[in-house]
DNA sequence: CTGTTAGCGCATTCAG
DNA sequence: CTGAATGCGCTAACAG
């Protein structure tokens, strides 16, 4: 019914090891052979069963993008980067990889179940996107998965996401990185913030509101710590009432944005900036400050996180923290399928960078 | 190494069919059995070789969503819901489905070589998303193994995209529905668009332009076609200059629309509504129209399509067409999984209604 | 209800 | 450079 490998091998009057071989490229033979393989496999429409050579090889194309919602473009960016790098060879050849996104939803679970379906599929690579959930039991299970998966031969990549906790049971020198093949690209979250902040109180803010992320996210932990420690540095006297002037968003949506404004509104009404965990919800931020009838940036500053493309077509444009989100993505995945050379110490910071635009000012004089 | 079901097997002091057996429960097998062998497993470790099984059962648990544009929350939110119907049977049981995106970037080829991926990998089904590139070289390659797949045992699900052209080389009667196994959801975007059409012209609208979609694309061309019906049905006369007025976008992108506005403004000054090919390209359409001074609703109304969730957010509130994106997705996943039957005929329209909101009103009396 | 027996389609030795 | 033979891990008859 469906044509096998001994098909090709018979129209094409050779053994069926000869077809393999010629379809894998990675032996060496004669010229001639391999045209008339070729022209077997085209006139008999051969595909290759991916299975069974994933059974034979013990090892498959398929490369898995966990990402935590689909739906979010800082994610579509990451996934469609890392997929570019998946081309290769052209539609008959071998070498050529499924990558494939994963959707966790954000849910713990989710992401444990996605990781052992992959690993029943004997995956090539897994690079797992976004920020982490901060709560230990999840984080040693994922951990146990990935070193698991890792032991299999699966190759994997950390992008946006701290290193893995260094291995459970052993009591060794915290600063022995992981050394167990999971390559990781973090991003300068906490540096980003802090130069985010730091513009605000060089233009004179020292009321400065702030939106996080869902909590227990290692991403909206990091976003804050990086501004906290910019208040504390530049305003000790700002980092006092941070607290206060924290709200926390539940997740990274627009309406956590536009909700937490009007609280941070009812808390401080004299705030004159407010700065948002990302730009989604920046944008939540600007609706609820306009809605109260407050201009931007005359009457209060607002910045955001990640720079998507979104960010500079606002009105007004953001001011935001760009991340390098396609070119992290194309790295992660490259090293997914072991184009590049891993960075020292299996771990890289990728930079974030701050972009001044026309949503901050200096505060209204008083 | 590794270990396999016979290892299982040699543990729970049972033969390696009845694990198999009950790790598929689709086998009467004795209760003492089951939890033994399942404590094995557990102790075991045990992860199911997804190709040897596949192999086997000549198919495997790979479910394959294909989008246009992972980045585009409108595909995002289909493949979520797809994915949201592959939950089932919990970690361990099998029939988990792994349900996974294929970003095809609105290349043909793209979508042509992850559909050649995906036999490979026997695919349990595919399940196609958004507007369908209307070319007809790459429609009937793409229908041809679309049928291949079918053929093989893949089920196919279409959603938001026409049904596949009847059979090529086959000269039957025109009605006959293709009857091959593929299923498909079509969006009512003809009359969708109709009815917004229809709404502006009630509302007193006569220069009413357009920005389209990109070209070739099935989308594109029935909206198009809803809104010069209602023109030619209730104002002839501004269906004559319907062509003047309608500007070609790109693509399905805020970029489009600004573009497209100002192009729009430069052909007309004096129309009174824009129409877009969809929300994203209507906040594109907005902000160019805000840049020239222009107020929305009360210089020119905007319409949009899709009624994505931001839509209702923008300010104004953009009118537009719901299309129940969720619930449509949804769907396809129990048709994928063969969890619903077939609508009669194998094709069924999702209704598509009119969203009235604020950027919608009576043009400024003259 | 459970064990035995064959392959599934391909990648590899190992000989030629 | 090429062919023949073996087994990857599992499922599906087929017996018991």
């Known amino acids: 019914m469906t044509v096998t490998l001994a098909d090709v091998a018979a129209r094409a009057g050779v053994s069926s090891a000869t077809v393999s071989r010629v379809l894998n490229g990675n032996y060496p033979v004669a010229d001639g052979t391999r045209t008339r393989v070729l022209r077997a496999v085209d006139e008999l429409q051969y595909v290759v069963n991916g299975p069974a050579s994933a059974l034979a090889a013990a090892t498959s194309d398929l490369v898995g993008i966990l990402v935590n919602d689909v739906a979010d473009p800082f994610f579509g960016i990451v996934a469609s980067a890392v997929q570019s790098e998946m081309g290769g060879e052209g539609v008959t050849g071998a070498g050529q990889k499924l990558a494939v996104v994963c959707n966790t939803g954000g849910s713990p679970e989710r992401e444990l179940t996605y990781l052992t379906l992959l690993r029943r599929q004997r995956a090539a690579a897994v ?9 230990t039991a999840h984080s040693t299970a994922l951990a146990d998965r990935l ?3 890792a032991a299999g031969g699966t190759r994997i990549v950390l992008c946006g996401r701290p290193p893995l906790p260094p291995r459970s049971g052993t009591t060794e020198q915290p600063p ?16 980003g913030s802090h130069r985010l902040t730091a513009h605000l109180l060089t233009l004179g803010h020292r009321r400065i509101g702030y939106v996080t992320g869902p909590a227990d996210r290692s991403t909206t932990r990091h976003r804050l710590e990086g501004h906290r420690r910019a208040l504390g540095e530049q305003a000790p006297e700002a980092l006092a009432e941070a607290e206060r002037l924290t709200v926390h968003g539940g997740a990274y949506d627009r ?8 609280e941070l ?5 004299d705030l004159t900036a407010v700065l948002a965990a990302n730009d989604t919800v920046a944008l939540g931020v600007c609706a609820a400050l306009r809605d109260r009838g407050l201009r931007i940036p005359e009457d209060v500053s607002v910045g955001g996180f990640d720079d998507l493309p979104f960010a500079a077509d606002a009105s007004p444009a953001l001011t935001t923290v760009r991340l390098p989100l396609h070119e992290a993505g194309a790295r ?5 399928l072991g184009l ?3 960075p020292p110490g299996d771990v890289a910071t990728v930079r974030a960078d701050l972009m001044v635009r026309a949503s901050t000012a200096p505060p209204a004089p008083r």
Do not use: C, K, M
């Open 127 to 135: 690079v797992l996107t976004g920020s982490a959930v901060e709560e």
């Open 147 to 149: 070193r698991h998966l």
């Open 176 to 191: 022995a990185p992981a050394e167990d093949g999971v390559v990781t690209l973090t991003f300068d979250n906490r540096g």
């Open 255 to 262: 309406s956590a944005g536009y909700d937490g404004a009007l």
């Open 265 to 269: 509104l009812r808390r401080a009404p």
């Open 332 to 336: 992660a995945g490259r090293l997914a």
């Open 340 to 342: 590049e050379t891993p």
